[in-house]
């Protein structure tokens, strides 16, 4: 094609008209920006009141929840990195991502400060309209606990009210192996027993009782143990949150309400470590 009483070849018109579009791209691509990194108009607009007219403290109720589901998304990141590390037998990487998720426990803990500014009344003002919607759906949590070790019965998971893709990936989850499952093989590669029960007790004993000789170990087992024990906490404020809330009122998703909540009281990741302790030190347990 003649261009100033030249022919240019096709490489050099690509070239030229590659040149082009960068220039008008550049100019009219906005530039990145504090609420377009973090989509916050989008973010902002995810909080719909189903009373009507909006009651002032439903906001309040939608946010504290939908932030648990941000944090429960970033301890399934930490959770799945520390299954990764444990595979690669990197355990300052895995004390490293268990620093960060207790330090997420401690503001998931927190948070029920917030949400019991709330009185019995307000909260009654709306919560009939969250029929048949409850916590008991989360997903996320869901994944929380099967990856932990913690799988849900089949036909629990059959009932569970969340959506098709929450439903495979929860059905994902259920087929991995866990993080208990990526300690255990740890501590085979480290020439410890792990086959049963009683040699797990006996492996996390050895490991206490010699700990100047496994330290990173001893260290370990102490964050999984943190982590347990935290989880047990929240759902201890939660449960007495509710209560404080709603009494013995059934659950919005058609549970026995406290009563349910209090049956989880009782769930452990790592029951061979609660365990040890009633061994340790010359226990009653010997």
Not at 47 to 58: I, M, N, R
Not at 248 to 265: A, I, R
Request: with cysteine; glycine share 6%.
């Amino acid at each position: 094609m003649p261009l100033g009483g030249a022919t240019v070849s096709p490489v050099a018109r690509a070239e030229v008209c590659a040149s082009r579009w960068f220039e008008v791209a550049t100019v009219t691509a906005a530039p990145l920006s504090y609420g377009s990194y973090l989509r916050v108009p989008e973010l902002l607009d995810l909080q719909h009141p189903v009373s009507d007219p909006p009651h002032h403290d439903e906001l309040l109720f939608i946010l504290i929840h939908q932030v648990y589901e941000l944090w429960f998304k970033q301890v399934l990141h930490e959770l799945d990195a520390s299954v990764r590390y444990l595979d690669r037998d990197d355990l300052l990487k895995v004390a490293k991502a268990f620093r960060r998720i207790h330090a997420i426990q401690h503001v998931l803990e927190s948070q029920v400060d917030v949400l019991e500014t709330m009185t019995p009344q307000e909260f009654n003002a709306f919560r009939s309209g969250l029929n048949p919607a409850s916590g008991f759906q989360s997903a996320q949590f869901r994944e929380i606990e099967t990856r932990c070790g913690l799988r849900m019965p089949e036909e629990a998971l059959r009932h569970l009210a969340i959506t098709p893709p929450e439903r495979a990936q929860l059905e994902r989850r259920q087929h991995e192996p866990t993080l208990y499952d990526a300690l255990k093989a740890h501590l085979a590669r480290a020439g410890f027993a792990v086959d049963s029960h009683d040699a797990l007790i006996a492996t996390f004993r050895d490991i206490y009782d010699n700990a100047e000789s496994h330290y990173a170990l001893y260290l370990l087992l102490e964050d999984l143990i943190e982590f347990d024990e935290r989880v047990r906490m929240w759902r201890t404020r939660h449960v007495i949150m509710v209560e404080r809330m709603i009494g013995m009122k059934p659950g919005t998703g058609g549970s026995l309400g406290v009563s349910y909540l209090q049956s989880t009281l009782q769930r452990r990741f790592f029951p061979e470590l609660w365990e040890v302790r009633t061994v340790l030190g010359g226990g009653t347990g010997e």
